[in-house]
């Protein structure tokens, strides 16, 4: 592997991919240590950290931003807003027909998608920036004392925190296209492993055993990332024969092949957009710090059984949602018919397209539940525990690591096949 990354480094298009994420990740990390201008920071970060500790809601989301928002940073607003616009977006491709209309025609559909994307991305943003203000006002800050009027406080940490929502938007799209790698992904990537030297710190003083309970959970997350690679990599792959035909003086086909369907097609996706979505009240709820119902119902979503549920659901939901949207068995079985390919035993057409649906179909449901349960169990460990590695640490962060890990190698593997024929473990 080592000496691969070596090989890596010295292909200067690579080379370069790899530094401009690194640096993108790093010019993150700064933006998320960054205070807002206007917020006495040293009062809000111990006022935010009080009332968190016992705040499901308000933890997820400073989980999801790197601990940005417990430091009221330029990036207090994370990811989120994207994810959430980016979920919008795909709903909405199927029930609006034009919108589906413009997924499938190819670049400049996509690039028009990515568009509205930005533009909701920056309403949502606003809208949450206006209700962060809110939320720390009501933490006790007397913002009145400032010598500048309160309005143009105001005014300054709406603009600064929509701005670096903008920001963050702009350096995720940029390792996408520049770097190696998701850049959305990239970024929760980052924020998830920023809180895991403290989650350990804090996991390991709460108590007297607290040092063995680490070691246990550590123990435990290394065993089980084994497992969530296989299930990633695992495939079921289809035989695929091909007629044999004449061309010239030349024979052509007449080889034997697989379609390979990968038992989670749709990744780390539902996982993340599952995320976003329960945790969406809790965005919410920032709105009306002040009233009661609003919190615990956004708190009952963040945390408990009700969010356990749901999150099953969710996953499994957003599983079979997003892998109908990146595999379509019809074209799939189009191809295979212009290619002079087809599945031994089942007729061409539709009866492929059908053949294909159905083994989709039974594949995606087990990969879902796995990915579900890891998702849920650590938090039921964590409610019956009280254990703080399992919630920073735990099944939903481990997935999501994995996953990006994986997808990062695969393609700077791909990237290294291109140039020099050798994988990153060659």
Same mark, same amino acid.
């Given at each position: 592997?080592?000496?691969?990354? %070596? ?11 790899? *530094? ?20 006495? &920071? ?15 809601? *308000?933890? /997820? ?52 998608? #990515? ?5 909701l991305t920056v309403a949502l943003s606003f809208v949450n920036a206006i209700g962060y203000y809110f939320l720390f006002k009501s933490y006790g800050i007397d913002f009145s004392q400032l010598v500048i009027p309160e309005w143009v406080v105001a005014i300054t940490i709406i603009g600064v925190l929509l701005t670096g929502a903008i920001i963050i938007m702009w350096l995720g799209e940029v390792i996408t296209q520049r770097g190696i790698g998701n ?10 492993? %920023?809180? *895991? ?19 246990? #959970? ?8 084994? /497992? ?14 091909? @007629?044999?035909?004449? #061309? ?8 034997? #092949? ?9 990744? =780390?996706?539902?996982?993340?957009? %599952? ?9 919410? %709820?920032?709105? &009306? ?19 356990? =549920?749901?999150? =099953? ?10 892998? @109908?949207? =990146? ?14 390919? &087809? ?10 397209a059908a053949h294909i649906k159905n083994v989709l179909d039974h594949i995606t449901l087990p990969g879902a539940l796995f990915m579900a349960a890891i998702a849920v169990i650590p938090s039921i460990l964590f409610t019956l525990t009280g254990n703080t590695l399992l919630q920073a640490f735990g099944g939903t962060s481990v997935l999501i690591l994995v996953g990006v890990a994986m997808d990062t190698i695969s393609q700077l593997e791909s990237q ?11």
């Open positions: 592997m080592f000496k691969g990354i %070596a090989s890596a480094f010295r292909i200067p298009e690579l080379r370069n991919k790899i *530094l401009i994420t690194l640096a993108i990740l790093l010019l993150y990390r700064f933006g998320a240590y960054l205070p807002a201008p206007g917020v006495p &920071f040293s009062r809000m970060l111990k006022a935010f950290q009080e009332v968190s500790a016992g705040s499901g809601a *308000l933890a /997820v989301l400073n989980l999801f931003s790197g601990g940005a928002l417990s430091r009221v940073s330029v990036f207090s607003l994370g990811i989120m807003p994207y994810i959430t616009a980016q979920i919008i977006l795909q709903m909405f491709q199927a029930v609006i027909p034009s919108l589906a209309v413009l997924a499938k025609e190819g670049e400049s559909g996509q690039r028009k998608i #990515t568009q509205y994307t930005r533009y850049g959305m992904s990239l970024i929760i990537f980052a924020n998830i492993l %920023a809180g *895991l030297p403290s989650a350990l710190t804090h996991s390991i003083s709460t108590s007297t055993i607290g040092s063995v309970t680490t070691l246990i #959970t550590l123990i435990v997350i290394v065993a089980i990332v084994p /497992v969530i690679i296989y299930i990633e990599r695992g495939q079921r792959r289809i035989p695929i024969q091909y @007629a044999k035909r004449v #061309t010239g003086r030349r024979i052509m086909g007449g080889q034997s #092949t697989y379609l390979p369907i990968k038992v989670n097609t749709a990744g =780390v996706v539902p996982i993340i957009f %599952a995320s976003a979505l329960l945790y969406m009240p809790a965005q919410v %709820a920032v709105f &009306f710090p002040q009233v009661d119902w609003i919190q615990t119902f956004a708190n009952s979503l963040s945390s408990g059984w009700v969010n356990w =549920v749901l999150s =099953v659901f969710l996953i499994v939901f957003f599983a079979y949602f997003y892998t @109908a949207m =990146v595999f379509n068995p019809d074209e799939t079985s189009d191809q295979l018919k212009k290619a002079g390919g &087809f599945i031994p035993g089942v007729r061409p057409g539709g009866a492929t290294l096949k291109m140039h020099n024929y050798e994988g990153l473990f060659h």
